[in-house]
């Protein structure tokens, strides 16, 4: 036994080291991602689940490094988030995606909200209200087509700080959103006092619909709630028909998934709408 918790103690710190060297791999390359153009944003629609129309867009960014490959976000966004780099991150996700989206429009296609991913670290940065009305105005988009998803760990950070940006971001006319709701423990009643305009039930439950009864009972819940307080619902992760139907039942007002159509690029995009 002895040598067994040697050798897995040498493995588990060997994971580590590798874990580290990973992460600071990143950290170093990320300097200049930027600069050498290495990032990308994929859209995903959002359906109107009444009209069966686009409503929306959800801005998901992507890096595509020489030697690394393309880095999913999950592996480079919380390395950023730590090292501050997310700033700068941030804020070309937002203008580019506002731009593609005025493009967008001014191509003739019919307008939908861009929703735009941000980090509580930007959401806390004492410029962040200045940048979105920055690039509002350079871009010409107009502040209602914009939305922003935040996680509901933004509101642990019960701050008065945090409760003015909130209270800035919504003067500008833009929406704003909690995502991935239902994993954290907020309830929706606490969401109302910040004005949310939406809340994204998580794919897990969406995702459960077809498992268990609770994957129902907790999504019909989430949406007949929210619906009371005055936000409407959207389910991210919707693979399937059943789980499509079932939505569209309980009177789900968007959504988005993999059945619609997976994250592309905004010139897959264009070929797609010019299809039609
Ligand atoms: P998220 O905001 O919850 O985004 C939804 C994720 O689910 C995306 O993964 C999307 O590709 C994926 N997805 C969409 N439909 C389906 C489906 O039907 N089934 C399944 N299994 N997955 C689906 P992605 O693009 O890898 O992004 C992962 C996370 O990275 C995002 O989760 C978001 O938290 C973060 N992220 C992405 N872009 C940005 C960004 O520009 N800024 C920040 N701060 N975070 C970002
Ligand atoms: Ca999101
Ligand atoms: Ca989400
Ligand atoms: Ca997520």
Redesign the pocket.
Known sequence: TKKHSKNSFSLFSHELNKEIADKLTIERELKSAIRNDEFLIHY?PIMDLAAGKISAME???RWNHPELGMV???RF?PVSEESGQ?IAI?KW?LYTACSQTKQWQQQGYAPFRIC????TIQLQHPNFVQLVKGILEETGLEAKWLEL?VTESILLEDTETLKESLLSLKALGISMSI??FGTGFTSLNYLRQFSFDRVKID?SFVQDINQDLSGKAITSTIIALAHKLGMEVVA????DSVQLSYLVNELCNEG????FCR?KSADQHDLLIMDK
């Not at 991210?236 to 693979?239: D, L, P, S, T, V």
């Not at 988005?256 to 059945?259: I, V």
């Open positions: 995903q801005a998901l960014i999913p976000p999950d966004i997310i941030g996700v735009v991913n941000i980090s998803e995502d991935d794919r991210e992760g919707i693979e988005q998934g993999y059945y994250p």
